[in-house]
């Protein structure tokens, strides 16, 4: 027996057909639109969808990681493996690309502000705004065969902290200026992912995906001058620069009738396999066209394997409940980049060495209501989607090689119809802590809100007659 | 179509405000110590060293202390000494200054005077308003005034020329006296002068040119005064006055001239260096990027640097006597020898400036200017450049290094008409001087120190 995803939300049945030519201006607007939106997020920092400051865990590792996979199963926990819909096409397990009826357009940016607090009882405030992920899906076949096609942050390092200071300056002994030193980081590793998810009879999937990891991860120290223009800043950056291929592949299993009549069981699953990354870091003196580059060495790392597993239950139109799990053993992390500690060395990668790595883990819940369940004519409200959720995770890194740190957060979003068939703009939100304030470490309590579109509309199929 | 663009736009704008939002951040030193000592969050503070150079006394660079008023370049305020000094500060050095002057000739004169037979009813002298005084200041100074024999190419002629002049026929009456301490001083010139050279004084054919080419000029010396005078170059002219109409007729100076030798050589006193006005005496100052605390130095990055050359006025006016006058300079100049590598820079391409190439190896460097009398002080925009880029010469690249910008940096006194008359001036030669300036070697006490280059850095 064939389970199909619930036609959750009014756009399923959509019987007329649009202009082509009107639906294609409609898509292309919005690509436009969101490329717009991209570049304006990577203005400030070249390497990165990221603008601002965040944790400074970012420093160690590769950055924070980021998993976004759909904006719904963000305002569920982040999991999500398992999690049918028609709406969405989630990045973390590809076999979920079979279903697709629509061609699909999403993106999404997204703001979060810190607070993070040492065990001084010192405090900073810290925000940060960064696109999430632009994805762009479309079946081959109908609910058979689906591509997709992604670009989005795989880590992202934006660090941020200050110590200042006064030091003497010029030839009278007694005349000082105030400096700071910021240290900051910025960039992280891009994705491009393209793929495959195929149905391979009603209740199985599987889908494959070859993933492009690139990028640049760069600490700076930049030493400046608030109160004169008489002495120059001096920036000294360490950077290393990253790409490599690696692959994802998903199952997905559907199950009817499981507890109930008219219910829905799956389980999802999908290993991303280790991914060899090479390339060099460097170290180099000033900024943009006056670098000069100190030292330039040439290494080749690899990152860890990554598997999740994912329940979801949907008992009826209405509800939808999901479970998820991820490991990803980052102990095993490599790399063939050496400490030479030269002065005009790069600075060790990852910061602190290998032992500052952890294997991750992380466990997710949600749910998801729509009041209006499959009736189209109920009202706009009960036609929207209250999606909730929370996980509590592992971080893979370990700052001082000794404490593990852990992140906690409960998630909620709203997802909106429009009057554009498969179309829907997500709200979601995340509330959060992750560190501790023991061993010199800190605590960070975040919010983040983000603003998601998801756009979808038939493209490449026969006006019907009516 | 206007319900779904207004969708996109809002959600674009909501995108945007997100973005944006991030403005809003306080950095702070939360999380400076996360992580291992050996890779926390460290270093960047800014370190400031003096780094002293090798002295010699070696420099020497005569001075230019001539200037004809109607060829460029234009020099304000020259002026031309005469007179005898030993300053206390110079140990036995004895200074003695020749003053030349000619003097443009005109184009008329008051009929009186033009149409005069006898040399008896007119007077000659020279009015002369002085300017400058170093030496005992009370009592009268004996002057002499000679003819040159020739015409004298005072432009821009050094201080060690000199011109050749009938000394055996004074034109100045045998008692001519100044008093130095008078603002105007007068010296007359002599009956039988006058007699000798009526025609000429009477020649006005050529707008003047006439009188100029066939009078030379004067030499005016004071070899057994104890002070040296200066005159204004520009206000200093030769007055013919008739006895009985009092009609009178001025000669402005056109040309001048200051001839300066040192009769004795002179010696720093202990603990200093001297610089000796007029003949040039200057300082040479070596950096030596291999030894310590430069060759440490390549990699760091550098913030600011200064080269500061002070000067103990204190000590030179504990050098100086109730009745002895002397000014201080108001400037300095510093002038750094490239090294003779022929990939070294040029002076424009070192320092982004025009104008500062001094011959085939040397660049003058603009100095603060108000830092005079003080100090000889080369600010940060001019330091640094020197300084960052030899740092990147000297450090190895792939096993070879070159050398740094300049071998030496040489000081002189170049006196000024005011202290603040700008870093441009003080790239130009400074006026006719003879007063020493002393500055403190490496053994000084810590204020006002030795000279040094002042750098800030931030240790990589």
Known sequence: MMVSPRPTFSTMRDGSMQVLSTQRFSLFTVLLAMTALLAMATVPTAQAQSNGEGTIYSRFGLGSLDGFSSSQSQAMGGGGYALRSLNYNPNANPALWSDQVYTRLSGGAGFQSISAEDGRGNSGQLTSGNVQALQFNFPLYERTLGVGLSFQPYSRTNYSAVRTGRAPVGPQKETEAEYEVNFSGSGGLQRLRGGLGYRISDALSVGATADLLFGIIESRRRTQWPDTQALRDVIVSDGVQLSGLTSTLGAHLALADVLASDDALSVGASVTLPAPLSGERYRTLDEDLARDTLSVQRGDVTLPWAGRLGVSYQPNARWSFTLDGLFEPWSTFSTSFSSSGGQTSPARFPVGGTRTLTDRWRLSTGAEVVPAGEDNLAGYFAQVAYRFGGYVEQMYVRPDGQTNLYEFAATAGVSLPTSLAGTRIDLNTTVGTRGTTSNTLVRDTFVGVSLHINFGERWFQRRKLR | ?460
């Open chain 2, 1 to 460: 179509m206007f319900m779904r663009l207004s969708w996109l736009c809002a959600v674009l704008v909501g995108g945007a405000a997100l973005l944006s939002l991030s403005a809003c951040s306080d950095s702070s030193d939360v999380g400076l110590g996360v992580g291992p000592p050996s890779d926390s969050l460290q270093g960047g503070q800014p370190l400031t060293l003096d780094v002293s150079p090798s002295l010699a006394d070696t420099a020497r660079d005569v001075p230019i202390t001539g200037e004809n008023a109607r060829q460029p370049p234009n020099r304000d305020a020259w002026r031309f000494l005469a007179g005898t000094v030993n300053d206390p500060a110079s140990g036995p050095g004895v200074i003695e200054a020749e003053g030349y002057v000619d003097f443009a000739g005109r184009n008329s004169l008051p009929s009186a005077i033009a149409s005069a037979d006898d040399a008896d009813s007119l007077t000659a002298e020279l009015r002369l308003p002085t300017v400058y005084l170093h030496g005992i200041a009370d009592g009268e100074i004996s002057v002499e005034v000679y003819d040159l024999t020739e015409e004298a190419t005072m432009d821009s002629a050094r201080a060690d020329a000199s011109f050749e002049a009938d000394e055996m026929n004074p034109a100045s009456v045998s008692t001519a006296q100044i008093s130095p301490t008078d603002s105007l001083v007068t010296i007359e010139l002599r009956q039988n002068w006058i007699r000798q050279n009526l025609t000429v004084l009477q020649d006005t054919s050529d707008d003047g040119l006439s009188f100029e080419d066939n009078f030379s000029g004067f030499k005016i010396v004071a070899p057994n005064s104890e002070a040296v005078v200066g005159f204004s170059s520009s206000d200093a002219a030769l007055r013919l006055t008739h006895v009985s109409d009092t009609a009178s007729a001025d000669f402005p100076a056109l040309k001048t001239f200051t001839h300066i030798t040192e009769r004795n050589a002179a010696s720093a006193p202990t603990g200093y260096k001297l610089l000796q006005g007029g003949v040039g005496a200057g300082l040479t100052m070596e950096w030596d990027f291999d030894a310590p605390p430069l060759d440490t130095l390549r990699n760091a990055p550098l913030n600011r640097a200064e080269i500061f050359v002070p000067v103990d006025t204190s000590e030179l006016n504990r050098r100086t006597g109730p009745d002895f006058s002397r000014p201080l300079p108001s400037g300095f100049r510093v002038v750094a020898t490239r090294h003779p590598d022929p990939d070294t820079p040029s002076c424009s391409n070192i320092f982004g400036v025009l104008g500062l190439a001094t011959g085939n190896r040397a660049c003058t460097l603009p100095l603060v200017s108000s830092a005079a009398p003080a100090a000889a002080l080369v600010s940060n925009d001019i330091a640094r450049p020197i300084f960052a880029q030899s740092f990147r010469r000297v450090r190895e690249t792939n096993g070879t290094s070159d050398p740094p910008l300049f071998t030496t940096f040489r000081v002189f006194a170049a006196d000024r008409q005011s202290a603040d008359s700008g870093s441009r001036a003080t790239l130009q030669p400074g006026l006719p001087t003879t007063v020493p300036v002393l500055i403190p070697d490496q053994t000084a006490p810590e204020d006002p120190g030795p000279p040094r280059a002042t750098l800030t850095v931030t240790p990589l």
